[in-house]
């Protein structure tokens, strides 16, 4: 099929797929934790959810829930394999797209491997109501590429002074360089929700400061805390699905029911058929 033609298709499509992409301005910040288990609270709250690992060349997300696809990103875009092919299912019947892991050559998606993502994608459009992108971390190309073709940008801070600096960094870049203007922000690993409302406070000063009133900031939640994380990663195991009962639960729960009521049809990005759109523009 070729671009025109694929175009069309998406074009005429009415399905009306969410489209996300969780990122943040450093690593180590229980990004891929929390995206993962905010995937498992939406999938139980009765919505189909597809995950895609887009840390292409350093995918991890099978590896935290313990799972061993036999096929990743890498063979898609080469062409070897079909996007049902590489899907894998994970917790709570949430889909996900494996990223490669030490493949150097993934990390860059030349135009006629982005022409293959973008046609396979395309055939799993009416079948999810969520699409989440797990981005790397930081402002490279694939992270700014993913980030400005989603509807919502989600970015994962803590309250460390350079977790701050990095996420305000990230949003600089992309309203500078990218012209996003709306983002939602989450603290994780805050001792408590004054700690994550001050970081938050202190974000949205900056951001009016440098950025200008027309840069929103929406604050979706904070995680606390929670020795069990890094149980729940030794046991590659969710958090949610060991822990139901525990504050962590509540806090991601709080956060799924604000994404759940967010309005994606007041998004002047439009909904999955601009993703597609914009992924070729880019």
């Known amino acids: 099929m070729d671009q025109a033609s694929t ?51 350093l995918g991890n997300i099978d590896i935290l829930l313990g799972l061993s696809p036999k096929f990743n990103i890498s063979h898609l875009l080469k062409g070897e394999k079909t996007i049902d092919q590489i899907i894998v299912s994970g917790p709570g019947g949430i889909k996900i797209i494996p990223a490669a892991s030490g493949i150097q050559k993934t990390t860059d998606i030349n135009d006629y491997e982005k022409n293959i993502l973008i046609e396979q994608l395309t055939n799993l459009q009416d079948n999810f109501d969520y699409f989440m992108i797990d981005t790397g971390a930081g402002i490279a190309k694939n992270v700014t590429y993913f980030c400005t073709a989603a509807q919502e940008i989600i970015v994962i801070a803590t309250p460390e002074p350079t977790s701050i600096t990095d996420a305000y960094a990230l ?80 806090s991601i729960n709080d956060i799924v029911n604000k994404i759940n009521n967010i309005d994606f049809k007041t998004n002047s990005k439009g909904n999955i058929q601009f993703f597609w759109n914009k992924i070729f523009n880019l």
């Open 171 to 250: 949003m600089k870049v992309l309203y500078k360089e990218y012209k996003e203007k709306r983002f939602n922000l989450i603290i994780n690993n805050s001792k408590s929700k004054n700690e994550s409302m001050q970081v938050f406070k202190t974000l949205s000063l900056v951001v009016d400061k440098y950025l200008g009133v027309d840069v929103s900031l929406n604050y979706l939640g904070y995680i606390p805390s929670d020795p069990n994380f890094p149980m729940a990663v030794k046991k590659q195991k969710l958090l949610l699905e060991l822990q139901p009962n525990s504050p962590t639960y509540s």
């Open 7 to 57: 175009l069309r298709n998406i074009t005429s499509a009415p399905h009306t797929t969410k489209v996300i992409a969780v990122t943040s301005g450093k690593g180590g910040v229980g990004k891929t934790n929390i995206i993962t288990n905010i995937a498992y609270l939406l999938a139980k709250s009765g919505n189909k959810v597809l995950l895609m690992d887009a840390d292409l060349g």
